[in-house]
């Protein structure tokens, strides 16, 4: 797996054009299963800022000094869909696991004053909880107590009803 170098720059001052990557998700916290919705928005003078392309990258687990682009992640394989243009991009990463919580940056790469820059949105971190269980062992054990229950009072039941057949048999004799 090739990753990136990881580098922010920060576009501010007089003569140099100003570009901002906003970055967002469309919630905090995701459960297994889900589907979430990342969005990126650039925005710069347009007259000197050009040839923009948008990439959705995640800081690298074992070297947070570098970065993966998305396409090349195995684990992500047709279960990320990136619809991109020059100032918008959103991410839609679907049947998420556990493993899928990354640190999730939009990297904005465009000619700035003539020279290629590199801009990276704020990082979202994805968090991803387990689903919970329908059949937890606290809804068995309830069953199971039913169940007891049941079965105690159909004994007794059985219990009261040849008793009371025997006494008849008796008063009949």
Known sequence: MKALPFFIFIFAGLGSAE?????NT??????EGDSATFQCNITFDTEIVENCVLEWVIKNPVDSNQIIEMHKLLKY??????????THSSMILESLTTNDTDLFL????????????IIFGNQTKLKVKAQIQSHSWLHYLIFAINLLVFIVVTIICVIIVRKRKMRRNSIDQ
């Open 19 to 23: 570009v901002r990557v906003n970055q």
């Open 77 to 86: 394989e047709g279960r990320c869909h990136i619809n991109s243009n020059s």
């Open 106 to 117: 939009c990297a904005a790469m465009c000619t700035v004053d003539t020279e290629f820059k």
């Open 26 to 31: 469309n919630k905090d916290q995701y459960t």
